[in-house]
Nanobody, 124 residues
Framework: QVQLVESGGGLVQAGGSLRLSCAAS????????MGWFRQAPGKEREFVAA????????YYTDSVKGRFTISRDDAENTVYLQMNSLKPEDTAVYYC?????????????????WGQGTQVTVSS
């Protein structure tokens, strides 16, 4: 079992930055593909970014490319999402997730463990 706890959310003005952290416990995440998803009010949860467990390959949804960066520190058992140039449409609850699929995956059903989420609010 892997427990995931997100932190770093908050209220920020448009154009600002936030860095989300996802701390894992229970076992190492070094062999897990890690992902970030988000759910805006009234919308379904959507994929944001993922990082592979080997090779450090990353993948982003088009709307955040060039603004968000996913990274991982396996020694600290932590995954990060650096969010720059934030827009009001980035407002959502952001979730960290871990997958045992040995490659990048965008699909929620392929993620086995989920955090409880952290709220990000971007004001215009």
């Amino acid at each position: 079992q892997v427990q995931l706890v997100e932190s770093g959310g908050g209220l920020v003005q448009a154009g600002g930055s936030l860095r989300l952290s996802c701390a894992a416990s229970g076992r190492t995440i070094s062999r897990h593909t890690m992902g970030w998803f988000r759910q805006a009010p009234g919308k379904e949860r959507e994929f944001v970014a993922a990082i592979r467990w080997r090779g450090r390959n990353t993948y982003y949804t088009d709307s955040v490319k060039g603004r968000f960066t996913i990274s991982r520190d396996d020694a600290e058992n932590t995954v990060y999402l650096q969010m720059n140039s934030l827009k009001p449409e980035d407002t959502a609850v952001y979730y960290c997730a871990a997958s045992t699929v040995p490659d990048i995956t965008l699909y929620e059903y392929e993620y086995d463990y989920w955090g409880q989420g952290t709220q990000v609010t971007v004001s215009s």
